[in-house]
């Protein structure tokens, strides 16, 4: 804790607490609601302590982050579902990509793998979408770009078995 820190009175505390209760009843009752959802996210946890609390103020880019959060399909529920359907045909080109690179660098040593692989690129793109349920259109066009350099060399590889 920082040394020149003031905790503030219980009085205080308590002011804000009551404060907190009228002003932001939305949001805390929110949190009530979610608060399996929320568990992974220290931010949001420490939000709602706050809340809870009253051991500081709340500004305004705190409360802005925590309805941003609300609407956030992450922590809701019935959006999730939508989210889910909106990404699955690109999730579907994800693993598709991922099956062809992981086809054309299996048995390549660990070294190759880590610095030249787009391997780990298309794992991360892969996890953003499970996790966010979005993606970006860079993030499309770098992932067609590398659909594009495994097929060419894929197709090398089927012409040279041809021979």
Aim: hydrophobic share 35%.
């Amino acid at each position: 804790m920082n040394r020149f820190y003031k905790k503030p009175s219980a009085d205080k505390m308590k002011e804000r607490r009551e404060e907190y209760k009228t002003t932001y009843s939305k949001e805390m009752t929110w949190f009530k609601e979610n608060m399996s959802m929320i568990k992974g996210d220290k931010f949001l946890l420490d939000m709602y302590a706050i809340l809870v609390s009253g051991g500081r103020p709340m500004s305004e880019k705190m409360i802005g982050a925590v309805r941003k959060a609300m609407v956030n399909p992450k922590f809701d529920p019935i959006k999730r579902i939508e989210q889910k359907e909106k990404i699955r045909p690109v999730l579907e080109k994800i693993n598709r990509v991922w099956e062809l690179v992981a086809e054309m660098d299996e048995g390549k040593n660990d070294y190759f793998l880590v610095n030249y692989s787009a391997l780990p690129f298309v794992n991360s793109i892969k996890e953003q979408a499970t996790n966010n349920f979005k993606i970006s259109e860079k993030q499309l066009r770098a992932l067609n770009k590398v659909y594009i350099r495994y097929k060419k060399q894929f197709d090398n590889k089927l012409k040279n078995k041809e021979w």
